[in-house]
């Protein structure tokens, strides 16, 4: 199996509900971000997917939706006050933790059908959460 991997940088703001520790208060990170494809077959150019292609589809929806805003939950109250302000807003179902993050770029990715295999959120240079689809077995094989 081939895969190729393309990393973006973004700085985005956020904070934990529910949540005691300093992850509660509004801040931000530098965040790397790593998204993995793979394909058993090359296409008829000898690559997974084009380097390109990963930048436009991946790179422009970063740009667009997490890079330099304010990430939340969507029933943060903050959400509220930060709208009315006309800021750069980006609202997730529960807390936009690093793993809810990785989830999303990969589900995005996959409906945009690029052949994604990881997905690794790195908030800060020594903490990073993945995500990838496992690959369940609709049956339990016999032991
Ligand atoms: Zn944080």
Redesign the pocket.
Known sequence: MFTVKKIFHICYG?RLLNYKGR?SNL?G?NAKVEIILKSGLLNSRKMVVDFEKIKKIIGSWLDSNLDHKTVLAENDPLAKVLKKNKQALFLTPGNPTAEVLAELIFDFAKDRKLPVKKVKFW?TENSCASYQKSEVRSQKSEE
Request: aromatic fraction near 0%.
């Open positions: 956020h992850c801040h990170h908030e």
